[in-house]
C-alpha cells in the first residue's frame, strides 16, 4: 500500500480535488434538508397529507443511508473516483425527474433514485480525504468537509425558499441539473484516480441490513396514521417495528461471525473514538433533520410567511457556521475533540429547547432569531471535530468502509429524525387540536399560510412541544464526546504521527 501511495503522490493535488468533490457533496447535504421549506407547496399542489408527504425526505434519507456500507467498499474496489461520478449521474437525472413528477407517489420513487445516487459519492469524499492528504494537513481537509456538511443543512431551506417562492418548488430539484453538469467536469479533471483493493461482498449482509432498516423506520413513521395497531391482516406496526430489531440484531451477529469480509467491518469500532463519534453522528443528524420540519411549518401556517421569508430565519445559522469554519479547523488539530464538539453539541441542544420555549404565535422574530443563532454557534463546532475523530486512525486499506459505516450512522439518525419528528408532530398536533381532520393536518385546517387564527396557539404548541425532541436527543451525543480519548497525535511530537502514518 505504502508503496502504490508513493507511486500517485507525484500527480496528486489534494486541495483542487477536495474543492471538486465538495460541491458534489455540498449538493446532495443540500437535498436532505431543502425539501423541509417546500414541504407545504408540495402537500398542496400533489394534494397530500403530511404523513405521506414527509415520505418525500425519508424515502431519500432511507434509500441514502442503506447502499453507504458497500457503496464504500466498492469504491475501494473499483475506485472513488469512479464510482462518485456514476453517482453524480445517477444523482442529477433523477433530480430532474423529481422536478417533473406530478403526484406524491411518483415523486416518493424519484427521491428513492436521488438518494441511491448520493449513496454512491458520499463516502468516496471522505475516503479520498483519507487517502490523499498527508496527516499533517488530514485535519484541516476533514474540516472544510465538516464545514461543508454544517453550512449545507443550514443552506437548504434558505435556497428552497428562494426557489418555491420565485420559481415553484419543482426547481428545487432542477437546480441541480446544471451544478451536478459542472461538478462532473470538475471532478472528472481535479479527482486523481487512485490505486484500487480487492474486496469480496457480503450479500447477506446487505439483505438484512436493508430489510431491518426499512421494516423499523416505515412502522416509526407510519405508527400514528395507524393509531399504532393493524395495517394490513396480520400486518401491525408493531409487529414491524420488532421485526425490524430483530432483522437488525440478526444482520449484528452475521457480521460478527462472517470469516470472510463482513460488510460492517466490527474491528473499527475497537477504536474508542471511531465507535463514539458515530453515536455522536447519529443524533446530529436526527437533531439537524428533526428541527427543520416543525420550524417551517410553524413558520408558513401560523406567522403566515413566505417560504423565502421563512427559510430567511436560517441566515444567522448558516453566516455564523460558515464565519467559524477556519478557526474551528485550526483547532482542530490542536485541541481534544472533547471540548469543541461538546461545545458545539451543548449549543445545539440550548438552542432547540430555547426555540420551544418562545415558538408562540405572536413572538417577535427577533426572538427567534436568537436561539437560531445560537445554533449556528453549534454548527461551526461540532461536524468537523467529529468527523475528524472518527477518521483520525483510519488504516488505508479501509479508508472506504470506515467512511461508509461513519456516513451510514449520520444518515441513520437523519433517517430516524424525519420518523420520529412526523409521529410526533401529528401526535401532538392531534392532541392539540383535536378539532381539525386528521389531528390537525395543515391541509386540513385552512390551506399553507391560512390557518384560522383560533387554531394558532394550538398548532404552535404543537410545533413547540416537537421541538424537544431533537434536543433530548442530542444529550446522548454530548455525553459521547465528552468521553473522547486525547487523541495521539497530542500526545506525542508534530513529526511522529507521520512516521507512525508511513510505517
Not at 288 to 302: D, G, H, N, R, S
Not at 349 to 370: D, G, N, R, T, Y
Not at 436 to 458: C, F, I, M, N, T
Not at 480 to 495: G, I, Q, S, T, Y
Amino acid at each position: 500500500m505504502a508503496a502504490s501511495q508513493e507511486q500517485v503522490k507525484p500527480e496528486i493535488r489534494p486541495w483542487p480535488a477536495l474543492w471538486a468533490l465538495v460541491l458534489g457533496f455540498f449538493m446532495i447535504l443540500i437535498d436532505s434538508t431543502i425539501v423541509s421549506v417546500a414541504t407545504p407547496a408540495i402537500l398542496t399542489d400533489l394534494k397530500s397529507d403530511v404523513g405521506t408527504v414527509v415520505w418525500v425526505t425519508s424515502a431519500y434519507l432511507l434509500a441514502y443511508a442503506v447502499p453507504l456500507l458497500i457503496t464504500g467498499r466498492l469504491g475501494d474496489k473499483i475506485g472513488p473516483k469512479k464510482l462518485y461520478l456514476t453517482g453524480l449521474i445517477v444523482f442529477t437525472l433523477a433530480s430532474v425527474w423529481c422536478g417533473l413528477t406530478g403526484t406524491i407517489e411518483m415523486l416518493i420513487i424519484a427521491r428513492v433514485f436521488q438518494g441511491l445516487g448520493a449513496s454512491m459519492m458520499t463516502p468516496q469524499t471522505m475516503a479520498v480525504i483519507t487517502r490523499i492528504f498527508p496527516p499533517d494537513q488530514r485535519g484541516r481537509a476533514m474540516s472544510l468537509w465538516g464545514a461543508t456538511a454544517g453550512v449545507a443543512v443550514l443552506v437548504g431551506p434558505i435556497l428552497g425558499g428562494v426557489l418555491v417562492d420565485g420559481l415553484g418548488w419543482q426547481w428545487i430539484f432542477f437546480i441541480n441539473a446544471p451544478i451536478g453538469v459542472i461538478g462532473f467536469v470538475l471532478a472528472l479533471r481535479l479527482v486523481p484516480d487512485l490505486p484500487t483493493h480487492e474486496h469480496k461482498f457480503d450479500l447477506i449482509g446487505v439483505a438484512l441490513s436493508t430489510i431491518g432498516l426499512f421494516c423499523l423506520v416505515f412502522g416509526i413513521q407510519e405508527g400514528q396514521k395507524y393509531d399504532w395497531g393493524q395495517i394490513k391482516g396480520p400486518l401491525s406496526v408493531w409487529s414491524l417495528i420488532i421485526a425490524g430489531l430483530v432483522v437488525i440484531g440478526i444482520f449484528l451477529v452475521w457480521q460478527s461471525r462472517n470469516k470472510g469480509e463482513p460488510l460492517l467491518p466490527l474491528a473499527l469500532f475497537k477504536d474508542l473514538n471511531f465507535s463514539l463519534a458515530n453515536v455522536a453522528i447519529t443524533t446530529v443528524g436526527f437533531a439537524i433533520t428533526a428541527m427543520a420540519f416543525p420550524l417551517m411549518l410553524y413558520a408558513q401556517e401560523v406567522r403566515g410567511l413566505s417560504p423565502t421569508r421563512a427559510a430567511l430565519l436560517f441566515v444567522p445559522m448558516a453566516v455564523i457556521s460558515g464565519a467559524l469554519a477556519p478557526f474551528v479547523g485550526r483547532l482542530t488539530d490542536r485541541t481534544p475533540p472533547r471540548f469543541i464538539a461538546g461545545f458545539g453539541l451543548l449549543c445545539c441542544s440550548a438552542s432547540l429547547f430555547w426555540l420551544s420555549q418562545v415558538i408562540e404565535p405572536s413572538v417577535p422574530i427577533w426572538k427567534l432569531l436568537l436561539p437560531l443563532s445560537l445554533l449556528g454557534v453549534a454548527n461551526g463546532f461540532m461536524w468537523a471535530p467529529i468527523g475528524t475523530t472518527a477518521t483520525r486512525n483510519l488504516p488505508m486499506h479501509q479508508a472506504g468502509a470506515g467512511a461508509g459505516v461513519y456516513n451510514t450512522t449520520r444518515q441513520i439518525g437523519a433517517v430516524l429524525g424525519s420518523a420520529g419528528i412526523a409521529v410526533l408532530m401529528e401526535s401532538r398536533l392531534a392532541a392539540n387540536l383535536p378539532s381539525a381532520a386528521g389531528g390537525g393536518a395543515p391541509s386540513e385546517a385552512g390551506g399553507v399560510g391560512k390557518l384560522p387564527a383560533p387554531l394558532h396557539q394550538g398548532f404552535s404548541d404543537a410545533m413547540a412541544q416537537s421541538m424537544l425532541l431533537p434536543a433530548a436527543v442530542l444529550v446522548i451525543g454530548l455525553i459521547a464526546v465528552l468521553m473522547f480519548a486525547k487523541p495521539k497525535h497530542l500526545e506525542r511530537p508534530a513529526d511522529a504521527p507521520v512516521a507512525a502514518e508511513a510505517g
